[in-house]
């Protein structure tokens, strides 16, 4: 989320490294000479858990606009692995509060769980748990999918795949 330069938030990707390893050794073997979109097509249709942190940088966000935010991107992202529309994507920040207040530093982890679940929590607390497995690859296709919302930390992500094998 960025607009005008304006640094929104920071964000960091964890994984399961033993369960993703076990993941790409049983489905492609040996570590491929490059990435490729076959190796983070795995990642994104698996159901190995991840967690995604978000570190709120921007002192005048609101947690509607967070959801706007989510909403705008996992739409586009569903209409990309589907080619029409749902409505899971207003599910993914729940029923959040329009008056939490998001100060710098606030955390919004947002977690892949094991069974398809995707689950969000503000500042420690969760705000939504929904099971969807069409909303779990949606959310991962936004990191590392073929329009990355940072093609940087996507490539990073994609060099310590291959260092599993």
């Known amino acids: 989320m960025l607009g005008l330069g304006i640094k929104i938030y920071g964000f960091g990707m964890y994984a399961d490294n033993g369960k993703l390893k076990d993941l790409l050794k049983s489905k492609i073997g ?8 076959e190796l983070y097509q795995l990642v994104i249709d698996s159901d190995v858990g991840m967690v995604v ?12 606009m967070v959801r ?8 586009a992202s569903i209409k990309k692995l589907t080619g029409g529309k749902d409505q899971v994507a207003n ?7 329009d008056n939490i207040q ?12 094991p069974g398809y679940v995707l689950e969000t929590k503000v ?5 939504s748990k929904v099971e969807s497995e069409l ?20 490539d990073k992500f994609g060099k310590s795949l291959i260092s599993l094998f």
Request: glycine share 8%; aromatic share 6%.
């Open 123 to 127: 500042m420690g607390e969760v705000i």
């Open 135 to 154: 909303l779990c690859r949606a959310y991962i296709n936004l990191y590392l999918g073929d329009d990355p919302l940072d093609k940087d930390a996507k």
């Open 91 to 97: 599910k993914l920040m729940g029923e959040a509060s």
């Open 102 to 113: 998001l100060t710098p530093g606030s955390l919004i982890e947002i977690s892949r769980l």
């Open 30 to 37: 040996k570590a491929p000479e490059k990435l490729n979109k």
């Open 53 to 64: 942190r978000l570190v709120i940088d921007f002192s005048s966000l609101t947690m509607s």
């Open 68 to 75: 706007k935010n989510f909403e705008e991107g996992l739409g």
